[in-house]
């Protein structure tokens, strides 16, 4: 039922762009970034490729902030997680190209329908097979 309609009763989730407070990111494309890190400490990456060290994640936003870049957290099942401090639309892009140009060299099978009669001839058999 839709919230307008009469009888009908919406309650919004507490969360609604994720599965919950303590949830994983739901699949590879959804990256906590700034403050939706929810670790205690995070393990740091600067931009780089170097590592910071671990630190609160308030610590490593700040850091990021400065930069004028977000930390994202790139790996939430590591322990601590780890987060890159990267431009996370271009990166997005970039992933978005990879994945488009992935597709494109895709290589796609045909499966061909053929229907054979009790009298086929040897011939028609191996041109059809």
């Known amino acids: 039922m839709a919230r307008d309609e009469p009888g009908g009763s919406h309650i919004p989730k507490p ?4 599965g919950g407070p303590h949830s994983a990111p739901k699949k590879d494309g959804d990256l906590r970034i700034n403050r ?17 060290g671990i630190m609160p994640p308030e610590l490593a936003l700040q850091k ?4 004028g870049l977000d930390l994202v957290e790139v790996s939430p099942e590591s322990r601590p997680p780890v987060c890159r401090i ?8 970039a992933q978005k190209k990879k994945e488009a140009e992935a597709r ?3 290589v796609s099978t045909t499966v061909k329908e053929v229907k054979f009669r ?3 001839e040897a011939h028609d058999f191996a041109f059809k097979v």
Not at 15 to 18: K, M
Not at 36 to 52: H, K, S
Not at 64 to 67: F, G, Y
């Open 36 to 52: 939706r890190i929810r670790a205690r400490e995070i393990r740091v990456i600067d931009p780089n490729g170097q590592q910071l």
């Open 104 to 106: 494109k060299n895709q």
């Open 64 to 67: 990021a902030i400065d930069l």
């Open 15 to 18: 969360f609604p762009d994720s």
């Open 86 to 93: 990267m431009d996370y639309g271009k990166f997005k892009y």
């Open 118 to 120: 009790p009298k086929i």
